[in-house]
């Protein structure tokens, strides 16, 4: 575990190990930093209380305070960690190429990610998760809860995972989850991982927004049937132990609302 110099002090505010949450949590874990964990219960709107707005005025996990400088959105969190501990790195090597090439293509698919997957996926999760949540909540209540939620797309997010997405909307995000699969399917054909021969934060983007649940998700894609590159990708993320080690972390879902598609299975 590299030396932490002095006082220094690292704290990360997180809900469930899935999506953004385990995404910023496997760097932490891959590179062996200590930190507190701070877990906010997005069940009790814990994050758009006055103590976690405090700190993220976006009102929304994770967060890394790193001696009381607060970093947020995942992928800058991620790549943060790489210019603040560029020597704490796992034995499968930096995951931030060290090589302007590399370090362009892991950006390239980190963002190709952000754009392209993770709203996606995420408006199914909510449409089947939060839905249930959201539909459970008394009305005054809920137009109480949605008063402090700071940003404007997160309102109406919560306010249409009440009633649920509309068809066409979840028909276009299947659609972009499709074509995403495909293209991944094809360059893990020619590639180890994302960014090329090595593991790197594309990797755990994919991983923790897609590909650690889409099969369970989204069984009818038969994503364990048609795309092997992605399947032994997967295995072969899902094996690190670091990967291991934060998937297991404290886990509050309701037992109920631990299906993805009615099926049974559990989303982590
Ligand atoms: N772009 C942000 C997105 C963060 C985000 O969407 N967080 C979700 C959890 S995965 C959240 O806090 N949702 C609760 C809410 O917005 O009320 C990031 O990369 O960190």
Redesign the pocket.
């Known amino acids: 575990m590299p030396e932490l110099k002095g006082l220094m002090m690292l704290k990360y505010y997180h ?1 469930e190990p ?4 385990l ?2 949590m496997l760097p932490l874990k891959e590179k062996g930093l200590a930190y507190e964990s701070i877990y906010v219960d ?1 069940h009790k ?1 814990e ?2 209380s006055d103590w976690f707005v405090a700190i993220n005025p976006e ?4 967060v890394l305070d790193h001696d009381g400088t607060i970093i ?6 991620n790549e943060y960690l790489e210019d603040v501990f560029p020597d704490a790195q796992p034995a499968s090597g930096p995951l931030r190429p060290r090589d302007a090439v590399g370090a362009a293509r892991m950006r390239y698919w980190n963002k190709f990610v ?1 754009e392209h997957v ?1 709203n996606f996926v ?1 408006m199914h999760g909510w449409h089947r998760l939060v839905r249930v949540i959201a539909s459970s909540i008394e009305d005054g209540q809920f137009e109480e809860l949605m008063s402090h ?1 700071p ?1 404007p797309d ?1 309102k109406k ?2 306010e249409t995972a009440r009633s649920g997405f509309a068809q066409k909307d979840l028909d276009h995000a299947t659609d972009k989850i499709v074509y995403a699969l495909d293209k991944i399917e094809q360059h893990l054909g020619e590639n180890a991982y994302l960014a090329g021969e090595t593991y790197s934060l594309a990797d755990i983007n994919f991983y923790s927004h897609c590909g650690l649940m889409v099969d369970r998700m989204f069984p009818d894609m038969k994503v364990n049937e048609t795309r092997p590159n992605i399947v032994r990708w997967r295995d072969a993320v899902s094996a690190r132990p670091a990967v291991q080690e934060a998937l297991q972390s404290e886990d509050r879902t309701a037992p109920g609302l631990r299906t993805w598609s009615g099926a049974g299975t559990e989303h982590s």
Request: proline fraction near 3%.
């Open positions: 809900a899935l999506a953004n949450s995404k910023s997005l709107f994050q758009h009102g929304q996990v994770p947020t959105h995942t992928t800058v969190i952000d993770m995420s939620v940003l997160q997010k919560w």
